[in-house]
Nanobody, 119 residues
Framework: QVQLVESGGGLVQPGGSLRLSCAAS????????MGWYRQAPGKQRELVAT???????NYTDSVKGRFTASRDNAKNTVYLEMNSLKPEDTAVYYC?????????????WGQGIQVTVSS
C-alpha cells in the first residue's frame, strides 16, 4: 500500500506562483511513473505533467514554460512549481503513481488539493 499526500495548494492571484508537493509513504520511484493531474469543475481530469523513465518531465501544452515538475528521491517527494498562474489553472490537483509495465502493481492517487487562481 502506498499513500500519496499533497500539500501546498491555496488561493493565489493571477500571475502568482505556488509549489505543490506530493510525499509518498515509501520509496516507489523505481517502480512507478509519477505524475500530476488536475480536474476543473465540470471538466474531465487531465494530465498536467509526468515523469518519463529517464527522469525528465513532459507537460501538457497549456502549462509548458510555466510549470516545472521535479522530484527528490531521498524524500520520496515530487513537486510541481507553478508560475504565471492563470484563472484557467484553477482546479483540484492530484498526484498519481502509475506502475511500470509488467509489474502487476496498482496505481495510486493522492487525495487532491485545491488551487484557486483569482483576483
Amino acid at each position: 500500500q502506498v499513500q500519496l499526500v499533497e500539500s501546498g495548494g491555496g488561493l493565489v492571484q493571477p500571475g502568482g506562483s505556488l509549489r505543490l508537493s506530493c510525499a509518498a509513504s515509501r520509496s516507489i520511484f523505481n517502480l512507478y511513473y509519477m505524475g500530476w493531474y488536475r480536474q476543473a469543475p465540470g471538466k474531465q481530469r487531465e494530465l498536467v505533467a509526468t515523469f518519463t523513465g529517464g527522469g525528465t518531465a513532459n507537460y501538457t501544452d497549456s502549462v509548458k514554460g510555466r510549470f516545472t515538475a521535479s522530484r527528490d528521491n531521498a524524500k520520496n517527494t515530487v513537486y510541481l512549481e507553478m508560475n504565471s498562474l492563470k484563472p484557467e489553472d484553477t482546479a483540484v490537483y492530484y498526484c498519481n503513481a502509475k506502475p511500470l509495465p509488467g509489474l502487476g502493481l496498482r496505481a495510486y492517487w493522492g487525495q487532491g488539493i485545491q488551487v484557486t487562481v483569482s483576483s
